[in-house]
């Protein structure tokens, strides 16, 4: 399974911006697709994961801001990211779990500036 993430860039405070990952390869029972993000100098955090029932999880720092979704047919998620902060960028992972394996992107920087 191979995850190719887009749509980073480098953005204004209050901006907003969509990421994009396509998941291929190997592709038959998707459980859970979403986003994590690593700061310079700190821990990859989760960010948003949805499973396959559509469920949606937000971490405490993008909830109401950050909203992600999933195109099944074609093994897509996306974030739509708003209302952009400095402490916002990072480098953000596309992951995936299909049975229980887990399957990370290249990663993909967004830079947010003050």
């Known amino acids: 399974v191979q995850l190719q993430a887009s749509g980073g860039g480098l953005v204004q405070a209050g901006g907003s911006l969509r990421l994009s990952c396509v998941a291929s390869?190997?592709?038959?029972?998707?459980?859970?697709m979403g986003w994590y993000r690593q700061a310079p100098g700190k821990q990859r955090e989760l960010v948003a994961t949805?499973?396959?029932?559509?469920?949606?999880s937000y971490a405490d720092s993008v909830r109401g801001r950050f909203f992600i979704s999933r195109d099944n047919a074609k093994n897509t998620v996306y974030l739509q990211m708003n209302s952009l902060k400095p402490e916002d960028t990072a480098v953000y992972y596309c992951?995936?779990?299909?049975?229980?394996?887990?399957?990370w992107g290249q990663g993909t920087l967004v830079t947010v500036s003050s």
């Open positions: 390869g190997s592709i038959f029972r998707i459980n859970l």
């Open positions: 949805m499973f396959s029932n559509d469920s949606p």
């Open positions: 992951h995936l779990q299909q049975i229980g394996t887990p399957y």
